[in-house]
């Protein structure tokens, strides 16, 4: 009982921090593709992968981006696209080491030609790559490059205007 009490009050003292490791699903494109069509609010969606080097330089200040942006209903979703062998346990274990603290899901496909066009028509395959959404006001852009902390603050305006 004391130990509830304790797991409650750290819940409600630091309510912004995950108090226990969030699961990753495994999805298809068919799921990103519905996602992307019924959000209502801004949505970022970023694919990545462990061993991508300038993936991993990005994650934090999109995650910390979003957070100041808490109130604009701005959303993250950091889309793994690595190899099968790293699901779940290599992927849980690294956001684990990393503190990611955005939802992260892992796309379980493996012919790029068939998911990269449903993302965007000039998707190479190229990582990073992201994928700005807001429904409300039509806006989309997708970008197939690391995105400096500047590059990333001016495409959080443009969709969030």
């Known amino acids: 009982m004391k130990s509830i ?9 630091f309510p912004g921090v ?3 490791p969030q699961e ?3 999805i298809k494109i068919t799921d990103l593709e519905k996602t992307i069509a019924e959000s209502k609010t801004p949505l ?5 992968a462990t061993w991508c080097k300038p993936c991993i330089e990005e994650i934090p200040y999109f995650q910390a981006e979003v957070a100041q942006h808490k109130s604009d209903s701005l959303q993250l979703i950091l889309v793994s696209l690595d190899m099968k062998e ?3 346990k290599g992927l849980s274990s690294f956001v684990k080491k990393r503190k990611i603290s955005a939802t992260v899901v892992f796309l379980d ?3 790029a030609d068939y998911f990269c066009p449903k993302v965007d028509a000039k998707w190479s395959g190229a990582i990073p790559a992201s994928l700005f959404i807001n429904n409300k006001t039509g806006y ?16 959080i305006m443009a969709i969030l205007n």
Do not use: A, G, H
């Open 5 to 13: 009490r304790i797991i409650l009050f750290c819940v409600f003292l």
């Open 18 to 20: 995950t108090v226990f």
């Open 86 to 88: 790293m699901y779940p």
């Open 140 to 155: 989309r852009k997708f970008v197939e490059d690391q995105l400096t902390e500047e590059e990333l603050k001016k495409e």
């Open 24 to 26: 990753i699903k495994s």
């Open 44 to 48: 970022i969606i970023n694919f990545w």
């Open 109 to 111: 496909e493996t012919n």
